[in-house]
């Protein structure tokens, strides 16, 4: 089973910056594709950022220009960077990995709020 651990979530103020880290346990870290979701109070859970084991990377177009995925095999750790936070940017902020079979973290809230 591999265990997968979010971390960096917390409360920021319109217009600043988090960088999420999830660091996964798998000696295959490299195979997979690996995303960030987010999921707002009543609403399901959206893919906000994906990267493929090229590191070929894609957005929701809300986060495109402020948000970027990036990965470190050699950390088994992939990272999100958010600037110009936005109030509707609050939610739990889950890591995916996906293969054969997905996985999830616990996820990590982001309060976006003044």
Do not use: H
Request: with cysteine.
């Amino acid at each position: 089973q591999v265990q997968v651990v979010e971390s960096g979530g917390g409360l920021v103020q319109p217009g600043g910056s988090l960088r999420l880290s999830c660091v996964a346990s798998s000696n295959i870290f490299s195979a997979y594709t690996l995303g960030w979701y987010r999921q707002a109070p009543g609403k399901q859970r959206e893919l906000v950022a994906r990267i493929n084991t090229n590191s070929r990377t894609t957005y929701t177009d809300s986060v495109k220009d402020r948000f970027t995925i990036s990965r470190d095999n050699a950390k088994n750790t992939v990272y999100l960077e958010m600037n110009s936070l936005k109030p509707e940017d609050t939610a739990v902020y889950y890591c995916n990995l996906r293969l054969s079979k997905e996985y999830w973290g616990q996820g990590t809230q982001v309060t976006v709020s003044s």
